[in-house]
Every structure is written in C-alpha cells, then in structure tokens.
C-alpha cells in the first residue's frame, strides 16, 4: 500500500486487489488518480504496457483512459466532464453497471 505522499493523494489506498492472471490491479483512492506512481511504474518496467482507467467519486467527472510505457502515454481517451460519456463510462468502471441503471438504483430520475 503507498501513502499519499507517494501517490499524489490525500491519503493511502482505500483498498486494491491484484489478479496476478490477468495482471491487473485494481484500487480505490480517496482523492486523485495516482498519476505519480504508473508512470514510475512504467519506467521501472519500460517493456510493459499499461492500461489505465480510472474514475472518481464525482461521477462523471476526474476520469480517463490511457497506455503508458517507459514513463510516456501512448494513447489516451479524454472524456468531457459531466456528459453522457463520462457518466456511462464512470458508471461501468466504478459500479460494473450502465449510468441508467445507476441512476434507477439511486433513485435518480
């Protein structure tokens, strides 16, 4: 687990899983997207290519999408924060389920 100096956060991981099969490693943080870390991650492993996703609390908005190796982002998908995209996306990542179903199930509509 890092703090949150290292990882550009307020605090530590809130909690992480890692599926060594897949090699994929999931974590919720309580502030912002770990930036600092991956891209030190990729440099220590500069053949690898990483994929990150990430999404935060504010549904729709702090999210995005990239591959990063050798400490350089190759491909990145930027979302326009609060629109249908970014919901729909923020709603998949964070919740395994669809912005309309999210929605229903807070009782927003």
Known sequence: MTTGAQSGTAASSASSTLNADSAQLRFDTAWSHP??????????????????????????????QYVIAAGEILQESVFVPGSDDACEFAAQLKYTMSYAQLRAEWDMD
């Open 35 to 64: 930036f600092p870390i991956v891209k030190a991650l990729s440099r220590k492993y500069p053949d690898a290519l990483i994929e990150v996703s990430y999404a935060d609390e504010d549904l729709g908005s702090n999210l995005g």
